[in-house]
């Protein structure tokens, strides 16, 4: 077991570039979410999808960010245009079933100049 | 709404020290508590967890009791050691339709242990 794994670990780009995120979740998890991690608001739940599909993406903090399940082993949350406040930590989670515990993956660092 | 409140950190401790971190919830019913860890460089794993009142989750050395009289999930270890530093998350799920994505997260409390 891999475990889940995001890619890159580490993004720095310039205020108005597209930034794209990506997570590989456990294999036969069938629940994705995209977590952001910042110390003034701490972890906060962007969205989430049950078998690739989209449930719940009030979290999501405006049109700028969208995110995609083409399969059940790729995401991707893209920011465009990015700003200077999308910097954070942001991490998906996968889980088996609705109430298992959530497998964090290490996170990519994103910092936007 | 629900929420979690943590007490602030950093927590500076010598190894063999006794640990607390401080957890108090708001939320309405029976709420599932857990605690989650963050190692440098890592994402969040599950340390333990409780499920209804009195319940003692326990793992690593690490323990926490399900208070419903004074909503606290406080968490403890008798001995710390170097390698417990990390950030430590208090959670709370909600009874009903208590699915994954109800999860609320404190803050963090980070903990520094020192040989």
């Known amino acids: 077991d891999a475990g889940v794994i995001q890619s890159p670990r580490h993004e720095v780009t310039e205020m108005g570039q597209e930034v794209t995120l990506r997570c590989k979740p456990i294999?036969?998890?069938?629940?994705l979410f995209w977590y952001r991690q910042t110390m003034m608001r701490g972890l906060e739940l962007l969205i989430y999808?049950?078998?690739?599909?989209?449930?719940?993406d009030s979290g999501m903090p405006e049109d700028r960010f969208s995110a995609k399940m083409p399969n059940a082993s790729f995401s991707t949350l893209k920011i465009q245009p990015s700003e200077p406040r999308d910097s954070a930590v942001y991490f998906c989670?996968?889980?088996?079933?609705?109430?298992?515990?959530?497998?964090f993956g290490n996170g990519t660092r994103l910092t936007v100049t | 709404g629900d929420s979690v409140t943590q007490m602030e950190g950093p927590v500076t401790l010598s190894e063999e020290a006794f640990l607390t971190i401080n957890c108090t919830y708001t939320?309405?019913?029976?709420?599932?508590l857990f605690w989650y860890v963050q190692y440098p460089g890592e994402g969040l794993q599950l340390l333990l967890k409780?499920?209804?009142?009195?319940d003692k989750g326990s793992n690593k050395g690490f323990e926490a009791t399900y208070r419903k009289e004074t909503t606290s999930f406080h968490l403890e270890k008798g001995s710390v050691q170097v390698s417990d530093s990390a950030v430590y998350f208090c959670?709370?799920?909600?009874?009903?339709?208590?699915?994954?994505?109800?999860?609320?997260f404190g803050k963090g409390t980070l903990l520094t242990v020192n040989p």
């Open positions: 999808f049950n078998n690739n599909v989209p449930i719940d």
């Open positions: 409780a499920t209804k009142a009195d």
């Open positions: 294999s036969g998890h069938d629940y």
């Open positions: 959670a709370l799920r909600p009874r009903s339709g208590g699915s994954n994505y109800k999860l609320t």
């Open positions: 939320a309405t019913g029976y709420p599932s």
């Open positions: 989670a996968s889980a088996r079933g609705d109430n298992s515990p959530l497998h």
